[in-house]
């Protein structure tokens, strides 16, 4: 090529070279602006319950206008049953001691029985404990079909497991519960590793029921009747309790829609269960809590004070709000359950000031009011004269 020529290509080169685009450089992206700093929500530190009836407020209330002698006299004859272990009970409520139970239920054992409204009326002070803003429900003595012996599709009712104890658990909470082979404290087994076998050979057996479904809700009343096939019939009672949470399968029902509200009474959660067995079987086990039984040989069944409980007559409630032996008056928007009761019984779910649960004997008609009990209205606890502005008086 000619130095002619290779001037020409390579002017012609850098005239292409001019003509080319040239890359523009892309700016780099602005930096996210930083987000805005979240203002933690505020701590809402919720007040500790009253720890007994004094703490809640103890006000002086009237007694109400419209009494029945009917339901006095059942009470008075409860009252009267009460007096010998209340005269020595330890009141938790704060309300009352011993001592001052002992001029009223001396006069309760002379009273007539058509003069109960008036010896309740007169002898005691009537109090509201917080709010006076009662709930109640109803429990009854279920009897249930059983047997002597293990047979196919029966569930065992266990007595009282020898390892079950009291002791202190690594987190420092005290309860019921079993020491484990390391020598620790933890909690007592659940009601499926029960179901499952985790007893083995640690508790007796009394019985076998036939119906799970039946032992459960017997479980829940806290006592009951079993009967066999030859007809004899073994009562059973209360003598433990796994120590672990008590689970309302009615509640759990409601929130998850299955049931409708007011709709979660005892027959429509049996007749669920019984339209869904596997699911039924799962939602009995969410109730962690299971109850331990004994035999009872005498007239029964037992309260907490370890005296017969009366039907109509009788209501659990919270020792600390009430005084176990105390009347109670009911006034109720359910007329089969207003008026005179005592706290002669407790219950795992019987909670807090003004929750009671009414106990109303055993057979069909005790069922099925018991089990459709919901009422709400007013409580008024009985105490012996005096005591009550001494109660006030408190700090």
Sequence with gaps: MTRTARALALATFLILSACATRPVDTPAPSPAPAPAPV??????VMPPPPANAVAAGVALAAAPPFVTQVDASRALQAFRTSCPVLLRRQDQS????????????????????????????????WVSVGTGK???TGYYEPEIAGSRTPLAGYAPIHGVPTDLTRCTRADGQPGRGRVDETGTCVLYHTRAEIEEGALASKAPVLAYAADPIE???LQIQGSGRVRFPDGSVMRIGYAD?????YVAIGRQLRERGILPPGGANM??????MRANPDQGRELMRENLSYIFFRELTGPGPLGAMNVPVSERATVAADPKFVPLGAPVFLALDRPEAYGFWVAQDTGGAIKGANRFDTFWGHGAEATQIAGGMSANGVALVLVPKVTASVARAQP
């Design 241 to 245: 309790q796994n120590g672990r949470e």
């Design 39 to 44: 203002k933690p929500p505020p701590v809402i």
């Design 267 to 272: 027959q429509a959660i049996v007749a669920w």
């Design 94 to 125: 704060g309300l009352t001691n011993g001592a001052a139970w002992a001029a009223v239920c001396a006069e309760a054992a002379t009273v007539a029985p058509a003069n109960a409204a008036a010896f309740f009326r007169d002898r005691f002070d």
């Design 134 to 136: 009662a709930f109640a």
């Design 215 to 217: 032992l459960f809700f």
